[in-house]
C-alpha cells in the first residue's frame, strides 16, 4: 500500500491560497489519490480525488506530477472555515481510508 | 438530501452496559461504513457493509462489537459489555457504487461514547 507524508501543519493568510503538498513516493498506477477534511468535532469531508490529470471542483483543485509521486491541494481564496486537518489519502485495499495525521491547516485573518 | 444521519450525538454510560449506535445512510448510496477516532489510534475502519451485507469486520476490536444492517437505509453498531477503552468518535460515512466511488466516502457527524 503507498503511504504519504505530509507537513504537519501550515498557515495561510485570509484571501489567499493554500497550498497544502503530499508526497506518495510509492504510489502505484492504479492508484487514486483522495483528499479529505476535518475541521474541528464534525466527520471528516471528501473534497477531491484524482488519478493522472489534474482536477478542479468547486471546494478545491487537485495538481498531479507526472510522476504521480506528489500533488498538491491547492484552496484558491482560503476562509477562516477552511481551517482544519487536511489528509491526502492513496487507496487501500478493501475500501479502508487510512487518513494518516495529515496537515492541519490554520487560516489567518 | 439530508446527508448521513446519526444518534445519538453523544452518549455517557457506565462501564458493562450495552452500547447502540445507529446510522442512516445517504439515499441511494450501496456501501456503508463504521470508523472509530481516538487520539491515540486516530480514525480508524471497524466494517463495511454493500447493499446491506457486511464485507469486511477485520477491523472490529473485540467480539464486543456487532453490527448490522436490516435494511438499505439503517445500521446499527453494538457494544456489549461497554469498557471506559471504547470511549471514542464514531463515524459512519456511506457511498455509491463504482471504480473509484466507495472510497468518496460521506461521513455523518459522529456519536461521542464516553463509558465511565
Known amino acids: 500500500d503507498a503511504k504519504t507524508t505530509q507537513p504537519t501543519s501550515m498557515d495561510c493568510a485570509e484571501g489567499r491560497a493554500a497550498n497544502l503538498p503530499c508526497n506518495h513516493s510509492t504510489i502505484s498506477g492504479n492508484e487514486y489519490v483522495y483528499w479529505y477534511r476535518q475541521i474541528h468535532s464534525q466527520g471528516p469531508q471528501y473534497i477531491i480525488h484524482g488519478l493522472k490529470n489534474n482536477e478542479t471542483n468547486e471546494m478545491a483543485s487537485l495538481i498531479i506530477t507526472e510522476d504521480r509521486k506528489s500533488s498538491t491541494l491547492i484552496l484558491p481564496h482560503a476562509t477562516l472555515r477552511d481551517t482544519a486537518v487536511y489528509y491526502c489519502i492513496v487507496r487501500v485495499a478493501r475500501y479502508n481510508l487510512f487518513f494518516g495525521t495529515g496537515t492541519r491547516l490554520t487560516v489567518i485573518p | 438530501d439530508a446527508g448521513v444521519i446519526q444518534s445519538p450525538r453523544h452518549e455517557v454510560t457506565e462501564m458493562g452496559q450495552e452500547v447502540t449506535l445507529r446510522c442512516k445512510p445517504i439515499?441511494?448510496?450501496?456501501?456503508l461504513f463504521w470508523y472509530r477516532q481516538t487520539m491515540m489510534r486516530g480514525l480508524e475502519l471497524l466494517i463495511y457493509?454493500?447493499?446491506?451485507?457486511?464485507?469486511?469486520d477485520s477491523g472490529m476490536p473485540e467480539d464486543r462489537f456487532s453490527a448490522k444492517m436490516p435494511n438499505a437505509s439503517f445500521s446499527t453498531l453494538k457494544i456489549q459489555p461497554s469498557e471506559p477503552r471504547d470511549s471514542a468518535v464514531y463515524f459512519c460515512a456511506s457511498s455509491l457504487a463504482g471504480r473509484a466511488k466507495p472510497y468518496e466516502q460521506y461521513f455523518g457527524p459522529g456519536t461521542r461514547l464516553t463509558v465511565t
Open positions: 439515499s441511494g448510496h450501496d456501501y
Open positions: 457493509f454493500n447493499n446491506n451485507v457486511p464485507i469486511d
